[in-house]
C-alpha cells in the first residue's frame, strides 16, 4: 500500500466558511498516511487562503458507501482509519467551521454583528450594532431579544431596525429548531421508506429517463462555456439571503454571487395546509436531485417509496488541464456535462409530459420505470 493518500475533501460553506469562492469548495489532498488531523487541517487552511485560513475546522470521515459522517478526532492517524485505498469517485471527508456556527448561543458579540451584516439588513455600523456593542449583546442575548425590547431603554432602535432585527431573532430560532433535518440520521430517515439500512447501495434502482444531447446543441455548447469561464470568477454562497428589488423582495434559501453581483438565488418553499381529499386511487411522482457539483445523485419518490436512479453517481470531473479544449481532461469534463444534463432534460420532459395523465397513467409508467432497473 501506498504511503500517500489522497483525499476528496468537501468544504461545506456555513458559518465563517460561508463566503468561500466556489472554485475551492472541493478540494483534493495528498497526504501522508501517517498523518492525522492537524496536519490536513493545515493543508486545507493553506488550499483555502487567506481570510479562511485562520478559521479552526471541524472534520468528519464520510464512511465509504453510506454518506454518514463521523468526527475525526484529533489525535486519529488516516493509517487507522483508511485501511484501504479510497475510492476516486466519492467524498472522503467533509469539513465545517470548527464552532458549530448553528449554535447561535455560542456566539459573542462580534460574531453575531458579522452575521447581522452578512443578512443585507441595511444596518449602519455605528448608529446600529454598536447599541450591540455598549449593551454587550452576545448571540444567547440576542435570541431573548423582542421588537419591544429592542424599541425600549435601554436598546432605542428606531422602528425600522428594530422590526428588521426581530425578525431576524424570529428566523435564527426558526433554524434551531429545523437545522438541516428533523431526521438524526440517514437510517431514520430510510425507515420512512421501510428501508432497513445505514447506506444508500440499498434503495431500489429505477430506469433513469434520458434525453440525447448533440454537441452541436447550442445550450449545451453554452453550458460548457459558463463551466470554463466561470473558473476564473471568485462565487461565494450566502445561505438565507436577504433579497430587496424593486419587483420582488424576500429572503431566500440561497445567493450565489460573485463579487457584490447576484448570479442566482434558489428557494424552496413547501406548500403548507394545503388540503385536499386523497382517493385510493390517487397517484403523483417527484424526481429529486442532489449534488456537489462533482457528484449527481437522481431520486424518484411516490407516496412512501423512494428509488435512486444507479448506486454510483454520475460525475462531472473538472481540473484546471480541462481548459485546454485538445485535453483528455476536457472530454472528460465534456462527457460528463453532457450525461448529466442528459437525464436531467430527460427527466423534466418526462414529468412534463406526464402532467395531465390519469393516476393510473402515472402509476403504470413509474412501475415500468421501477421494473427495468
Not at 476528496?8 to 460561508?18: A, D, E, F, T
Request: charged share 30%; proline share 3%.
Amino acid at each position: 500500500m501506498a504511503d500517500f493518500i489522497t483525499l476528496n475533501c468537501l468544504i461545506v460553506p456555513i458559518g465563517k466558511l460561508m463566503n468561500i469562492p466556489c472554485i475551492k469548495v472541493m478540494q483534493s489532498i495528498t497526504i501522508g498516511r501517517g498523518r492525522g488531523y492537524s496536519e490536513l487541517e493545515t493543508a486545507i487552511q493553506s488550499r483555502l487562503g487567506a481570510p479562511f485560513n485562520q478559521i479552526p475546522l471541524k472534520i468528519c470521515i464520510v464512511q465509504a458507501g453510506s454518506g454518514i459522517e463521523m468526527e475525526m478526532d484529533v489525535h486519529d492517524d488516516f493509517i487507522d482509519i483508511f485501511t484501504e485505498e479510497p475510492k476516486a469517485e466519492h467524498f472522503h471527508i467533509t469539513v465545517y467551521p470548527g464552532q458549530n456556527n448553528l449554535l447561535y448561543h455560542n456566539w459573542d458579540t462580534e460574531t453575531l454583528i458579522d452575521y447581522l451584516k452578512e443578512q443585507n439588513l441595511k444596518l449602519d455600523d455605528k448608529k446600529h450594532y454598536d447599541i450591540l456593542r455598549e449593551q454587550e449583546v452576545d448571540g444567547q442575548a440576542f435570541l431573548e431579544l423582542i421588537e419591544e425590547k429592542l424599541l425600549a431603554s435601554p436598546y432605542n432602535f428606531p422602528g425600522g431596525p428594530a422590526i428588521k432585527l426581530a425578525k431576524e431573532i424570529k428566523a435564527l430560532k426558526e433554524k434551531l429548531k429545523h437545522a438541516f433535518s428533523s431526521y438524526r440520521s440517514l437510517k431514520e430517515l430510510l425507515a420512512k421508506y421501510g428501508i432497513d439500512s445505514n447506506g444508500t447501495d440499498t434503495i431500489p434502482i429505477f430506469s433513469l429517463q434520458t434525453h440525447e444531447i448533440q454537441d452541436s446543441n447550442k445550450h449545451f455548447e453554452h453550458c460548457m462555456v459558463e463551466i470554463l469561464d466561470a473558473t476564473g470568477k471568485e462565487f461565494s454562497m450566502r445561505p438565507e439571503y436577504e433579497i430587496v428589488g424593486d419587483e420582488s423582495s424576500g429572503r431566500v434559501d440561497f445567493a450565489i454571487k460573485e463579487a457584490e453581483d447576484l448570479v442566482c438565488i434558489a428557494e424552496d418553499k413547501p406548500e403548507r395546509n394545503r388540503k385536499r381529499k386523497r382517493d385510493d386511487d390517487d397517484f403523483d411522482y417527484l424526481y429529486g436531485v442532489v449534488t456537489t457539483a462533482r457528484d449527481w445523485h437522481f431520486l424518484l419518490y411516490t407516496l412512501g417509496v423512494i428509488s435512486q436512479g444507479s448506486k454510483l453517481p454520475l460525475s462531472i470531473e473538472f481540473s484546471e488541464d480541462a481548459l485546454k479544449k485538445d485535453s483528455v481532461e476536457y472530454q472528460t469534463l465534456h462527457n460528463g456535462v453532457k450525461k448529466v444534463l442528459g437525464v436531467v432534460v430527460g427527466l423534466l420532459k418526462d414529468r412534463a409530459c406526464a402532467e395531465d395523465d390519469s393516476h393510473s397513467k402515472k402509476k403504470a409508467r413509474i412501475e415500468e420505470y421501477r421494473s427495468k432497473k
